[in-house]
């Protein structure tokens, strides 16, 4: 996007940027019109009481579910094993023997 991102599009609305910039005026007046279209139809409807906290408790949940992965872990080991050997072989090589 050539403009500014679309988080601080929004956040300035359109006295920021927008009031300079015709592609955003126009794409913030577009989310303004869905915005009065959905309140329009689903005016008067309303989550059940405890969805709020049900979500909060679900997310929740599924954070404290997760735990890191150790593949990547060991990736870097496998990576990192790989320089060394490549590392001592080539030294052999190339060094002269009295090194060795």
Wanted: hydrophobic share 55%; aromatic share 8%; with cysteine.
């Amino acid at each position: 996007m050539a403009c500014p991102d679309f988080e601080t599009l929004l956040r300035e609305g359109p006295t920021g940027h927008a009031a300079h910039c015709d592609d955003c005026a126009v794409l913030l007046e577009a989310f303004a019109d869905v915005d009065s279209s959905l309140a329009a139809a689903f005016h008067g409807v309303a989550a059940p009481p405890g969805m709020a906290s049900a979500v909060q408790m679900r997310i929740a949940g599924e954070q404290a579910r997760r735990r890191p992965s150790v593949v990547p872990e060991v990736l870097d080991f496998i990576g990192w094993a790989a320089i060394l050997a490549l590392f001592a072989v080539l030294a052999q090589r190339f060094l002269p023997p009295i090194l060795f």
